[in-house]
């Protein structure tokens, strides 16, 4: 009989937990309108047991393009300032770059330069920036910059510029037995050593591209070299495959801001049962920036949210956000 009562304290208190966490506002960053009840509706009917769209928790699984989805990436992709900064501090070792593009121009300063020699002029900074040290010198090293590192045009921190509406959706889909996994095109070690304190996201749960690596034994330590060889590119088409590979569940919500992500979109659609599709629309000039022809507005380089994408996002019902006109507040409050 003690027993009992004790079973059926634990499922009232249960259930006045469930029902308190519904009944607040888990969005309070979004202001009314499609795009959040589209968020709320899904969330609802797949954790409601008994209905035909229930999802088991097992299966609650949510995609996160990192760049442009949960965090600023104008006037240029964070992972690329990391890159810059790294030439200059490597540059003394590297005599040769002072003649050689693009680093040549990167340490006049001439950025435009520099990056118009497209994908190969980035993989040769990447490859001359991110390999040659260990997995964990190069972990110590990205947690330096991260921890000081600032943007150009706000003078926050890197960390500063995510999305507060995105941080909640993340906090509201954990809250409801989601695992939310990162995929993105940034390099995959360069997002591990910081994913966890600023998304709540685990590095076991972060995907992106790489470097080729080798095991090895230095000074009479087991370690894992970072070789000056690209792996695999973590955009596009390569964002389903390498959801298979590393999640080995397709999602059933996946959320992006680009022609990069709407690959992952449209095979979280094609999954069988309840699906949940999301862009974010950079139209916000006053708060943030405003880019892509799918508004006609300004095209960018890396990130554009074209006027295809916006078709096609249209056409398949996938929830596309205003940021001017859904969210309330872009950034997280400043911190007194």
Not at 15 to 20: D, G, K, L, M
């Amino acid at each position: 009989m003690k027993t009992m009562r004790s079973l059926i304290a634990v499922l009232v208190i249960t259930f006045a937990s469930v029902t308190i966490a519904r009944a607040a506002d888990p969005l309070p960053s979004w202001n009314d309108g499609k795009a959040r009840q589209s968020i709320i509706n899904f969330v609802t009917k797949v954790t409601t047991p008994g209905t035909p769209d229930f999802v088991p928790v097992a299966e609650r699984i949510a995609t996160f393009d990192n760049d442009g989805t949960l965090w600023c990436e104008q006037p240029l992709p964070v992972q690329l300032y990391f890159a810059l900064d790294r030439v200059k501090a490597l540059a003394p070792q590297h005599p040769e770059w002072k003649t050689k593009e693009p680093f040549a121009s990167l340490l006049k300063g001439d950025l435009k330069t520099a990056l118009a020699g497209g994908d190969h002029a980035l993989l040769e900074l990447v490859m001359a920036t991110h390999t040659g040290m260990n997995t964990v010198e190069f972990e110590k090293i990205v947690k330096d910059w991260i921890a000081t590192a600032k943007h150009p045009k706000t003078g926050k921190l890197y960390t500063e510029m995510v999305y507060q509406p995105m941080l909640e959706v993340l906090a509201y889909l954990r809250a409801n037995g989601f695992k939310n996994f990162i995929v993105s095109g940034g390099g995959i070690e360069f997002m591990r050593p910081w994913t966890e304190a600023v998304y709540g996201i685990p590095p076991e749960q972060v995907v992106g591209s790489s470097v080729k690596t080798k095991f090895e034994i230095r000074d009479g330590k087991p370690v894992i070299v970072r070789l000056e060889e690209f792996d695999f590119n973590d955009d596009k088409a390569g964002k389903p495959v390498a959801i298979n590979q590393h999640i080995g569940r397709r999602p059933i919500a996946a959320f992006g801001n680009s022609r990069g992500d709407q690959e992952m979109l449209e095979y979280t659609q094609g999954g069988q049962g309840a699906h949940f599709e999301l862009m974010v629309l950079h139209d916000d000039a006053a708060r943030e920036y405003a880019y892509g022809p799918a508004q006609g507005l300004p095209d960018v380089k890396l990130g554009a949210f074209t006027q295809a994408v916006y078709n096609e996002a249209q056409k398949a019902g996938w929830t596309v956000v205003s940021m001017k006109g859904d969210w309330k507040q872009i950034f997280p409050a400043e911190k007194k």
